[in-house]
């Protein structure tokens, strides 16, 4: 057995980037499906990332996370789970100094692209970096980029100085409306008639405002692109006050932001490596997307995933998709025999039965959970054999193997996969939870155990998904293509039976599965594919006990009801002496009712390790408030953040949001997000 905790929790810097064979292995976020492609979709991004990075350290360029690449890195650890765009900001001169060098110096494999560099067919006002034009299957691309053979890029935004002068802002702004205008109308000369006469006569006006001669012809829509960013760039961010992402201040009058957001930035956690991230990304946050803590999976600029166009072409290229499982139509005659086999001569139910579960990972086991003690309370003979998995890559080579038994609850007296006489008892029933067969590129099981194989051994093989993913809220919502994908497995095609979680799911399952293979099998999937109804579903008993780690930890307070104070650098950086304020005000409160709780104050370790960033009166501040909170009854100060190992153990969490607000709300816990000003 290979354990390989250490590897998957492990944190390596952006130079010395390397993914764990974990990694890859699809998984469900917030009740939502994340698969193997997207998993070395996300590498590719990150690989890319540390090349722009080490371009940037070695001519000293700032860049730092933005938009939903930073809300994935505060609210997640790491992506959105159901976003994949990467996107990073630079002021303007860095922005422009990187793209320079970036032509030099980035590997010869990347592609860029800015409005300047791009005769046409780029028009978008940031740039970007992309490992490839097209799909590439050669093994020397899917090496360098995780084993992705589509496009891969990195979102480059440019945040340009807003003039301090206002009367002189608003006329850029009636400038940049007016080329606007302009392109608009070139765009759609063909369609105007007589008025299109009117446009050489702007072109004129637009020339003399700008100082600029506009060819004309097929290059003049880039040519008026290229203007509209010239103008963005007007103002120098040496001489302003404000930055702004201009687009988005154009139109809406926002994303506009003290310059001082962008001159510091720290390392916060994203995915297994570390992001740089403005000391001030909750006021950013805030301002762009309001309670940036609420989640949203529907809607987006694109279709989900990105690469799901490039999926498709491969797809009718090849007839098949070669990175994850196409409905055989040999599997499915098999199971549809099978199922004529069934009808014609059916097997005759036993008062007791014997039923094997073959359960896979240990986190896997509540998917099972409760058909299992359904089984049990009905008296039947039930053993569960975990199945050893092992790491496998892209190019089929089979690795490392994990046998997890000792992991599964005691309860459960999990027994030898590899002993049982299958051949000999051939079990009434045989639960299954592993829907690749051979078609994941992460990670497989032995092929004795593919439901292709393991269906001879039974009478009735059941298929209970091993992810367990929340329903969409709509047919927008981007869980409907997760679904789409654990739709079309082997598992599903060769079990008899297929217990799902809802209604809904069923119904996405079915609408996959008949769209491929036609109307006319309608009743085939129906009556193999149900909703698992078990009335009551009884809790899985804790896998650790850690009471006696958490009475421990609070010492004389054990007992109480505990509350967990937790504040950030952000709260510290954006409001400075007002934020210990605050801070003091808390401790306060607390205080007061030292009799009733203990309260845990925990700052973020990333406060903790960038003091270094505030100035000297707010670090001597801080470090009083600290010794007031150490020497206060009732009240512990946790500089380690011991307390996050003991989540379930909260009474309630009041402090910033972020990842450990979210944790709190996903388990049910109260939360309120602290206001600095009250």
Request: charged share 30%; aromatic share 12%; with cysteine.
């Amino acid at each position: 057995m290979v354990d390989n905790f250490d590897d998957e929790n492990s944190i390596v810097p952006l130079e010395n980037l390397s993914f764990p064979a974990s990694f890859f292995r699809p998984e469900v976020r917030n009740g939502f499906y994340i698969s193997t492609m997207m998993k070395r979709y996300w590498a590719g991004q990150l690989q890319m990332l540390a090349d722009i990075d080490k371009l940037c350290r070695r001519h000293d360029i700032k860049w730092f996370a933005d938009y939903g690449t930073l809300i994935g890195a505060v609210r997640h650890g790491g992506y959105i789970p159901w976003d994949d765009d990467f996107d990073i900001c630079m002021l303007r001169d860095d922005y422009e100094r990187f793209f320079e060098i970036a032509k030099k110096e980035l590997p010869s494999v990347y592609i860029i692209l800015t409005i300047k560099d791009s005769e046409e067919g780029y028009s978008n006002c940031l740039g970007r970096i992309v490992n490839c034009h097209a799909i590439d299957c050669s093994k020397e691309h899917l090496d360098m980029f995780s084993g992705c053979p589509y496009t891969v890029g990195v979102d480059i935004f440019p945040m340009d100085g807003v003039y301090n002068d206002a009367e002189k802002e608003n006329e850029r702004q009636e400038r940049i409306e007016k080329i606007i205008l302009a392109h608009k109308a070139v765009s759609a000369k063909d369609e105007l008639g007589e008025y299109s006469n009117d446009i050489e006569s702007l072109l004129i006006d637009l020339e003399k405002e700008n100082h600029v001669h506009l060819k004309r012809g097929k290059k003049l829509l880039h040519e008026l692109e290229v203007l509209i960013d010239n103008v963005y760039m007007e103002c120098p961010v040496s001489e302003a006050d404000n930055v702004a992402l201009m687009t988005f201040y154009h139109t809406y009058k926002n994303h506009i932001f003290p310059k001082k957001f962008f001159q510091s930035s720290f390392d916060m956690k994203f995915e297994n490596t570390m992001l740089k991230v403005s000391c001030y990304y909750d006021r950013l946050l805030s301002s762009n997307y309001g309670n940036y803590m609420e989640i949203h999976k529907s809607g987006g600029m694109h279709e989900y995933p990105i690469y799901i166009s490039q999926e498709n072409i491969l797809k009718d290229k090849l007839g098949h998709n070669p990175y994850r499982y196409t409905l055989d139509s040999n599997e499915l005659l098999v199971s549809v025999r099978r199922y004529m086999s069934r009808m014609l001569l059916p097997v005759q139910e036993k008062e007791k039965m014997t039923i094997v579960f073959l359960p896979c990972m240990a986190k896997w086991w509540n998917t099972l959970e409760g058909l299992w003690r359904k089984y049990k309370s009905e008296g039947h003979d039930v053993y569960v054999l975990p199945i050893n998995y092992y790491d496998c890559d892209y190019q089929g080579s089979v690795g490392e193997m994990h046998d997890e038994r000792t992991l599964f609850p005691d309860y459960l007296d999990v027994g030898d996969c590899e002993k049982f006489d299958y051949a000999g008892v051939h079990p009434d029933k045989i639960v299954i939870q592993v829907p690749f067969d051979g078609w994941n590129t992460s990670f497989t099981v032995h092929e004795f155990f593919y439901s292709s194989n393991i269906l001879n051994a039974t009478d009735e093989l059941i298929y209970v998904p091993c992810y367990d993913i929340d329903d969409p809220v709509d047919d927008d919502d981007k869980a409907c293509h997760g679904i789409e994908i654990l739709a079309e497995q082997p598992a599903v095609v060769n079990a008899d039976k297929v217990f799902l979680k809802s209604e809904k799911q069923r119904e996405l399952y079915l609408k996959k599965l008949i769209g491929i293979t036609g109307e006319e099998t309608r009743a085939f999937w129906e009556q193999k594919i149900e909703v698992l109804n078990i009335e009551e579903k009884a809790e899985r008993e804790a896998d650790v006990d850690n009471t006696q780690e958490w009475s421990d930890f609070l010492g004389k307070y054990a007992g109480r009801k505990a509350v967990i104070y937790y504040y950030t650098i952000s709260t510290l950086m954006q409001h400075e002496s007002k934020a210990i304020d605050k801070f003091e005000r808390v401790l306060e409160t607390f205080s007061e009712n030292a009799d009733k709780i203990v309260a845990v104050f925990v700052p973020q370790d990333y406060l903790t390790d960038n003091l270094d960033l505030a100035d000297e009166n707010l670090r001597d501040r801080y470090y009083s408030f600290v010794d007031k909170v150490k020497s206060t009854e009732g009240c512990i100060f946790d500089e380690e953040n011991r307390a996050l190992q003991f989540i379930d153990k909260w009474d309630g969490y009041y402090g910033d949001a972020g990842i450990v607000a979210r944790k709190c709300a996903d388990m049910k816990i109260p939360v309120m997000i602290e206001n600095v000003d009250i």
